[in-house]
């Protein structure tokens, strides 16, 4: 096969997604309300990709497109069923009969401090977040993530002082808000979580050996003989010294 | 095509070549294709890599990187219009007064502002803008790692030489070395403020190979490195309130005539333009994943529009090795709502093998990622060896069930809880069944040229980040991109508040050299109506935008 039309074939397989979609091409319909308003879009698609294909070009509600930011937290209702449910519009196939609204953002407050000039004292979740105190055990913030967080557990923890489980069960946070703006005690989990994780981080882990002596060495500059020796050598000389350092290759 | 029947997720066919995969699995445990020659390297990328063959890139034909060759996309953002004019806006209301502005707040520009910060600039005298909403950007989703070379049986000298092999030895050898040597104090200082890199019991970190590296030295926090690494520094920017603005994305930087001494912004809901005047600017706004280079799929954020390039290369900044781009080797090729989206290298690093329809491997799981993703497209349209998916996209299977096999039950779960997620809310289960993946557009391995500091070409003008050029020359290995943005967006902090202090000058904000850049443009034959920066790509159905008036 020529090569160009090897790229040509791949550009052509990708059209759908790398520019807007074209009628011909679609197979399966599905009807979603966006904020109400009726929309006929493909079946294929998330709920942002069909957004767009309706017509909005996102300027909010829309970072990553991968599952990453949180960005596209969105609140829907199926056909048929009372339930309110959340999600993430850039990871979630649209629905027929889909009713949904994006909520790109909760006017959450973020406590501001200084970690560094914090003690590793377990009320220091209550003197960030004294709100935290409120937690009625509803677990709506749980049903709420789309992460499959254990939302509630994880302020449990905090309110006991447990600064390892609040790492833990809080790591998978998107801090997307979709359960701050479903909390009845109006408590701002992921902020919680983020305070947590950071203290953990500086005070509950201990410091890693290796890299601690190894930036010392760097800052005692104890490799500049060494990079001058190999930064002068040749190309050639490099790629030698390349190809064995390769072959002493540690791979898994 | 008609209904088709779907077992675990995968139409029927497919999964009967699961069924293949499955059979050889036994038989390829701990058996890995072997490495391919320097040769066989250049041959295969010759053929069938996208930045190699014909037809994907033309030469520069302006400015100071006249001559050089680029992708097509992006010569096509060097070569279109401003989107304002000069008289369009009044450049004598200053709206905001700083000492640094950053444009950008992915890892490249938190960095940049905390550094800045720590080097006296007070945080009211800095401003940080960015297109989206601060922390929307490519950092946010880096997966695999961060590389230092911490480990005893390895070496910041070592992790040059590995940088430099995988680059194909085109990289600057000053920047590369800034890159390595400070890999170590940046981790560090991670760790200080808190972030969470993945442990072994003994409190030792857990360190894993990547592509083209000989040592482990990737530092990651699950699969959720960037998230993880970005989220804390966000959280220390705005303990330390420093000044941010959403939704403004830099349209122009503004000059006296040489010296950048601030930008023009311009509101995406509100529309309205403003003006900042800086001493020191730093440009961080990443890559162009979402210009797709020669069609194919990314996983870049929204914003990844190359912006900075074209806002650099208009006030005289030279670039370096504009002519590569990334391609990671494995993104996702189905389900079609994930298309392109990145499988990270740590999957292979853990052991999952690229194996062809038949169920044959083909390739050593770690080649560099140009050499890997090359592989892939031979498999697929050389050899024919790959599966068409409904969507009409080819791909090969990245047989993650191996992950479990080799390093015990639970582990893809426990360190790939991203990706098990993904693929699960699109209702397959990547520890039971291979996923079926492509090359994709990665990353924007050339950029802005600068010192180890993060200096430009251009008075006052400073860059950091992916859209630099030069600390990875012609290709990057895996871990050394967040690492480059946290090392030179820490220098560049340092560097911008150190001109702030010594030699900035207080100069006039103009869009002078607008004037000269469309006249360049005119001179060297550019006909064109195109206009950039592009800020955001467009999904919008072709019938809806068939039918779109302006009435209101
Ligand atoms: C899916 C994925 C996985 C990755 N995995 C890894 C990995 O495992 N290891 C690794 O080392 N690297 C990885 N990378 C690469 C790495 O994450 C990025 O190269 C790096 O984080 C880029 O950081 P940055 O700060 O330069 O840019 P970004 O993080 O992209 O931030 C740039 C910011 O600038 C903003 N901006 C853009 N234009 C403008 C404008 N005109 N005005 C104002 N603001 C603007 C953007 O909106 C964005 O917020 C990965 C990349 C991706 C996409
Ligand atoms: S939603 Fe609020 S009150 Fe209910 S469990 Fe969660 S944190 Fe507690
Ligand atoms: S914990 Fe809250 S903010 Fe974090 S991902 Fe879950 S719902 Fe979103
Ligand atoms: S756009 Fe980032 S999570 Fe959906």
Redesign the interface.
Known sequence: ?D??D??E???????????????KDI?HWVTIYVMGKEYRVPA???VM?AM?????????S????????G?CATVYRTKDDYRLKTAMAC???VEDGMYLVQIPFSPAQ?A????ESEEYDANVFLKWYPEIARCLSCNTCTKACP??IEVMDYIQAALRGDFEKV?EIS??C??CGLCAIRCPAEIVQYHVG?LG??????YG???????????K???DKK?DE??EK??SLE?EE??S??VE??K????? | ?SELTFIDGYPEYMYESIKKVEKTRDRRIGK?VP?MSQKQREEILG??H?DY????KRRIKHGRNEGDLAPNELVDLLEALPLVKEDDVDLDKTDYETDVLIIGGGLAGTSAALLAVESGIRPERILLVNK??H???NS??AQGGTQ?????ND????H???A??GGH?TNK?DVV?ALT??A??V??WL???????D?NDD???VEL?GGG????RMHA??D?T???EL??LK??F??R?INVLE?HPVIELLTDGGTVTGALLWG??THEYRIVKAKATIIATGGFGRL?I????T?N???ATGDGIALAYRVGARLLDTDTVQYHPTGAAY????????LTEKLR???AQPVNGDGDEFVFP?EPRDVEASAI?REC??NGKGITTP????GIWLDTPLIDI?NGEGTTRKSF??MV??FE??GIDMVKNPVLVFPTLHYQNGGVETDPYGNTNVNGLFVAGEVSGGVHGKNRLMGNSTLDCLVFGRRAGVAAAEYVKTSAVDGKLTLDHLRAYVEMLKSAGVETKRRAPVL?P????????AR?IDVL
């Open positions: 096969m090569r160009e090897i790229m074939m791949i550009k052509e397989s990708n059209r759908s997604v790398t520019t807007g979609m074209d009628e197979e294929v698609l998330t990709q767009e294909y309706a017509g909005y070009r996102f300027i909010r829309c970072g990553c497109r991968a599952g990453f930011c960005a990871q979630t196939r973020k501001l401090g200084d970690i992460q499959d790492a790591f998978d998107i801090q983020q994780r950071r203290m953990y981080g500086r882990l201990p410091r890693e050996e290796n890299v601690e002596k190894r930036s060495e760097v800052t490799f060494e990079y190999t930064m190309t490099l790629q010294v390349y350092y390769q002493t290759r540690e791979v898994y | 095509m890995l490495q053929r069938y996208p063959t014909e037809g994907g989206l909403r922390g929307d950007s946010t989703m230092a070379a911490d480990r005893p070496s910041p000298v070592i040059y030489i590995d430099m092999g030895f050898p070395r040597e400070d170590p104090v981790v560090k760790c200080d403020l808190g972030v969470l890199f442990r409190g030792s970190f190979s590296t000989s040592r482990k926090c699950r959720y960037g998230m993880e989220r804390v959280d220390e705005k303990n309130r939704f995406l809901e797709h020669r069609g194919f799929p996983t954020h929204y914003g389900p079609q709502q994930i298309i392109g989206l990145l690093t853990s052991g770690l497209i349209y050389g969507s009409g996209m080819r080799i809880p991203g997620r993904m809310r699109f955001l467009d999904y919008r159905g072709r019938a809806v935008l779109m």
